[in-house]
């Protein structure tokens, strides 16, 4: 088989397992992947046209508008022309999705539909060391002693972004903000919506349904 360029977009909620299914595309369909907000510190860093008017809506603390924001984006993926890429964490907007389609195909759109109480179990569970930024987790990765670090022996604390209900407050958040998104696509027919607990769950379906697309360098299976 031919393998073809694909042009993907993933979609999910914070603590959704977004960050590992995107690696694990990056690896098997040998795709670039592209975050906005990489992209966003990039384009202001290297002084485009773009990230110069971006740096000043930021600097005012306003919303970066939605053409300049494509505009960032398509900096960065008109040097991908001849390699398949993943973007991630945009559009976030109607407005900034018509205009993705405006200036060239996609070939999918992913959704990773992870039920919001497995996300806030998950989450709650981190505790972290301020001092050194280490992180555990009761289930996943526990201290040897509860509620202590490791290497100083310091209490842990747990971050404010991680309480139950600061975590609800930012998925009901995301869902209210990017549902108009996955409608839009959906009625272009470019969404694939994957629902599951965990990302080793997740991960076969996303990987056959990409390789529909195009053919996958590997398959890494993950225990």
């Known amino acids: 088989m031919i393998s073809k360029l694909l042009r993907t977009i993933i979609m999910g909620p914070p603590g959704s397992g977004k960050g590992t299914i995107s690696q694990r595309i990056m690896k098997d369909f040998d795709m670039k992947h592209l975050s906005s907000g990489?992209?966003?510190?990039?384009?202001?860093?290297?002084?485009?046209?773009?990230?110069?008017?971006?740096?000043?809506?930021?600097?005012?603390?306003?919303?970066?508008?939605?053409?300049?924001?494509?505009?960032?984006?398509?900096?960065e993926l008109e040097k991908l022309e001849n390699h398949s890429w993943l973007l991630d964490g945009f559009p976030r907007?109607?407005?900034?999705?018509?205009?993705?389609?405006d200036r060239g195909p996609i070939d999918a759109v992913i959704n990773l539909n992870v039920p919001f109480e497995v996300i806030i179990d998950r989450i709650?569970?981190?505790?972290?060391?301020?001092?050194?930024?280490?992180?555990?987790?009761?289930?996943?990765?526990?201290p040897s002693k509860e509620g202590i670090d490791d290497v100083t022996g310091e209490p842990l604390i747990q971050r404010d972004d991680d309480r139950p209900e600061t975590v609800r407050k930012r998925l009901e958040g995301y869902q209210l903000s990017t549902q108009?998104?996955?409608?839009?696509?959906?009625?272009?027919?470019l969404l694939k919506e994957f629902t599951g607990k965990y990302s080793n769950e997740?991960?076969?379906?996303?990987?056959?349904?990409l390789a529909t697309k195009t053919a996958p360098v590997q398959y890494t299976r993950y225990k």
């Open 93 to 101: 907007t109607v407005a900034q999705a018509k205009e993705v389609l």
């Open 38 to 75: 990489d992209v966003l510190r990039k384009q202001i860093f290297e002084r485009t046209a773009a990230g110069i008017e971006a740096e000043k809506y930021i600097a005012q603390g306003q919303l970066v508008p939605d053409l300049t924001m494509v505009n960032l984006i398509f900096n």
């Open 202 to 209: 997740l991960w076969p379906l996303v990987h056959d349904y």
């Open 124 to 142: 709650k569970g981190r505790w972290t060391h301020p001092a050194s930024g280490r992180i555990y987790h009761t289930v996943f990765n526990p």
């Open 180 to 189: 108009p998104v996955l409608h839009f696509f959906n009625d272009k027919k």
